[in-house]
């Protein structure tokens, strides 16, 4: 068992940036594979962001890439995501999501694959 806590969303202008933080507490937090995913009003929750349990390997959704960067610190138990070069389309609540079993690369990116998820933060990038 796991316990996600997301922190660090807010308003910010296009072209800013903010940084999530995604602690967790609970069992051993590198046994996890940690994921972000966001989800907007009307739309269906979609990747942003995954990282291996070592943290040597990352994974990125195309509409992030180059400006999100996920990150880990196995000794504060904490996941990250810098975003900067915001626009108004990441807007969202974004989700911080773990999970022990994953294994495949193509896994990494499917929500159902995660058993453990944290509350949401709400981001919103104005025009």
């Known amino acids: 068992q796991v316990q996600l806590v997301e922190s660090g969303g807010g308003l910010v202008q296009a072209g800013g940036s903010l940084r999530l933080s995604c602690a967790a507490s609970?069992?051993?937090?590198?046994?996890?594979?940690m994921g972000w995913f966001r989800q907007a009003p009307g739309k269906e929750r979609e990747f942003v962001a995954a990282?291996?349990?070592?943290?040597?390997?990352?994974y990125y959704a195309d509409s992030v890439k180059g400006r999100f960067t996920i990150s880990r610190d196995n000794a504060k138990n904490t996941v990250y995501l810098q975003m900067n070069s915001l626009k108004p389309e990441d807007t969202a609540v974004y989700y911080c999501?773990?999970?022990?079993?994953?294994?495949?690369?193509?896994?990494?990116?499917?929500?159902?694959?995660?058993?453990?998820w944290g509350q949401g933060t709400q981001v919103t990038v104005s025009s």
């Open positions: 999501a773990a999970d022990v079993d994953i294994i495949y690369v193509s896994d990494y990116g499917v929500p159902a694959k995660y058993g453990y």
């Open positions: 990282i291996s349990r070592s943290g040597s390997n990352t």
């Open positions: 609970g069992r051993t937090f590198s046994v996890y594979v």
